[in-house]
Nanobody
Framework: QVQLVESGGGLVQAGGSLILSCAASGSIFSIYSMGWYRQAPGKQREPVAVINSGGNTNYADSVKGRFTISRDNAKNTMYLQMNSLKPEDTAVYYC?????????WGQGTQVTVSS
């Protein structure tokens, strides 16, 4: 079993920055990818940024140039550096870890950006 714990969410003014962390623990083998997703009220969960086992990254168009995803393999931790935050970035942010056979989710962390 794999456990994912997010931290780092909070309230920030527009233009500000936050760093989200996702610590993974448990039986972690053959990670295919890790990523951040978000869900705003009344909307579907959407991908924000994904990093695969080779270190390649993909970002949603809405966050390109503002967000950076990274991993520390030694610590089994993933990060999301969020800069120039906008009110439309307000959402619950979820950490995801995917292997070839299963996908795991964290409990989510709230990010609120005030205008």
């Amino acid at each position: 079993q794999v456990q994912l714990v997010e931290s780092g969410g909070g309230l920030v003014q527009a233009g500000g920055s936050l760093i989200l962390s996702c610590a993974a623990s448990g039986s972690i083998f053959s990670i295919y990818s890790m990523g951040w997703y978000r869900q705003a009220p009344g909307k579907q969960r959407e991908p924000v940024a994904v990093i695969n086992s080779g270190g390649n990254t993909n970002y949603a168009d809405s966050v390109k140039g503002r967000f950076t995803i990274s991993r520390d393999n030694a610590k089994n931790t993933m990060y999301l550096q969020m800069n120039s935050l906008k009110p439309e970035d307000t959402a619950v942010y979820y950490c995801n870890l995917s292997t070839k056979v299963r996908s795991y989710w964290g409990q989510g962390t709230q990010v609120t950006v005030s205008s």
